[in-house]
């Protein structure tokens, strides 16, 4: 996954980047870092750990001059090395560069493959590393044309910001996967950013998103970034960061996260006037699903409650390697409301039920804590299948939906009824005006080599 910050011609540069990252903290938890360029060198600071454990008083001070680019990391189970955190850095022919990225090549081993036969050494695991290379050994003068070199042979999800000494590039992908978009600062200059949650925190106002296979200069004596669309775009903005990943206050592509989360929770309480299950109340399972159990609740006319308490000092579950530790860490996270919910039939309701391991503890724990019926509503279709542009979704055999029907599942987390969003829902409740890249859900792998 992953969140990515540029901010050019502003003297608090990686201040107001570490400002953004931390509004963007959700999109990656494992490490942090952030490159700032001034007098025709390149400061880089990264490590392991959260942003406001990372940006420290001293940190900043170091991070000095009015352009910076920053990351933040998102864990897989496994690969967690300090040499995997962004930004990445390296001198070449013309100079400096650093670069940040969003999103997966899947084309990454071809290419790193060819450039080890020719001779290139890596430092990292990351497909990052490649595009570096690429524009190393390009035999073009200009930074720009050397990116464009580089991404021809770039395949894949990818949002990437490249800093020089001087400039700063900023490239989305033709498809437009994974969110980017570009604000203006009040305090002089401008950000872009992977969510627009972090305008609002850094005082910048929207301007736009960034366009598919679109690219951004921003150059010293320029008013206004410069815009070269260097891929014909082919728009299919990621479902996903509407169902799960995005900030609930962010607007991608003209749409509030949050708004399209109460139209699927409100699609799921249509779909089930069909036929109705009698409870008691709509309990969401926090935080992600909030705004779906608001929809549901408000379609429904059945009352809201909190019926699960979460401890906002455990993080996203998700991330844990083994499946003792997210057994664990779903029992610290999430708490029944016992005087609630004792003796009463509850609609529960998640975002998305990927390996079925906090589903079937949220079941468990609200029948122990004396809930009679326990009705669970995911507000998103059955993940079957991998990520392979950004999400980091398991293998395709521990996503239960992929090894088992709606019915086993509602068995195997002993739930009283089961019902998912259904896909057209799903592109409904987000607008139904873009070809919504669903490939978890349908299988429908877009991107080719
Ligand atoms: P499961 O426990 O079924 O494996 O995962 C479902 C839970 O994980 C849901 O509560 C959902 O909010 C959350 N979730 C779904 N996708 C992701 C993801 O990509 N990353 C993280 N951190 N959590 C996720
Ligand atoms: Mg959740």
Redesign the pocket.
């Known amino acids: 996954?992953c969140a990515i910050v540029g901010i050019y011609g502003n003297e608090n540069a990686a201040r107001l980047a570490s400002l953004a990252l931390f509004s963007m903290q959700h999109r990656g938890q494992e490490a942090t870092g952030i490159s700032s360029s001034c007098d025709g060198k390149i400061y880089t600071k990264k490590d392991s750990g959260l942003v406001s454990e990372v940006f420290t008083e001293d940190a900043l001070t170091y991070l000095k001059g009015n352009m910076a680019i920053g990351h933040n990391r998102y864990s897989t189970a496994g690969g967690e090395s300090i040499f995997d955190a962004q930004p990445v850095s390296a001198k070449y022919k013309l100079g400096e560069m650093s670069i940040v990225h969003n999103g997966n090549l899947i084309n990454k081993n071809e290419v790193r493959q060819e450039l080890i036969e020719e001779g290139a050494i890596f430092q990292t695991e990351m497909d990052t590393e490649n595009l570096i290379h690429l524009i190393a050994k390009s035999s073009h003068e200009r930074l720009r044309d050397r990116i464009k070199e580089g991404l021809n042979k770039t395949i894949g999800a990818y949002c990437f910001i490249i800093q020089s000494r001087s400039k700063q590039f900023v490239i989305r992908d033709r498809y437009g996967i994974r969110p980017l978009s570009l604000g203006k600062l009040k305090t002089g200059g401008y950000i872009v950013a992977s969510e627009t949650c972090a305008f609002d925190l850094v005082d910048a106002e929207f301007i736009r998103d960034v366009k598919p296979g679109e690219m951004l200069i921003f150059a010293d004596g320029y008013d206004e970034p410069e815009s070269i669309q260097l891929f014909e775009p082919e728009y299919r903005p990621c479902a996903?960061e509407y169902v799960?990943?995005a900030r609930p206050d962010s607007v991608i592509n003209g749409k509030n996260v949050y708004r399209t989360r109460e139209n699927m929770g409100r699609a799921l309480a249509k779909n089930d006037k069909k036929d109705p299950v009698k409870v008691d109340m709509v309990v969401p399972?926090p935080d992600?699903?909030v705004p779906a159990a608001l929809g549901y609740a408000a379609e429904s006319g059945i009352p809201f409650e909190y019926g699960i308490i979460r401890n906002h000092y455990v993080g996203?579950?998700?991330?844990e390697p083994t499946q003792e530790m997210?057994n664990m860490k779903?029992k610290m996270k999430l708490s029944p409301m016992r005087s609630l919910i004792d003796g009463k039939s509850l609609l529960v309701i998640?975002?998305?039920?990927?390996?079925?391991?906090?589903?079937k503890r949220i079941v468990k724990m609200l029948k122990e804590a004396g809930a009679k019926e326990v009705h669970f509503r995911v507000a998103s279709p059955e993940i079957k299948f991998p990520c392979y542009y950004g999400?980091?979704?398991p293998n395709q055999e521990e996503l239960?939906s992929s090894r088992m029907t709606k019915d086993e599942i509602c068995e195997y987390i002993e739930a009283d009824t089961l019902e998912y969003l259904s896909i057209e829902d799903l592109k409904e409740s987000i607008g139904n005006d873009a070809n919504y890249a669903l490939e978890s859900f349908d299988g429908d792998y877009f991107v080719t080599k």
């Not at 996203?316 to 991330?319: K, L, M, V």
């Not at 998640?350 to 906090?358: A, C, L, N, P, Q």
């Open positions: 996954m996903f799960y990943f399972v992600s699903g996203r579950t998700f991330i997210r779903v998640d975002d998305s039920i990927v390996r079925g391991t906090t589903s999400i980091d979704t239960i």
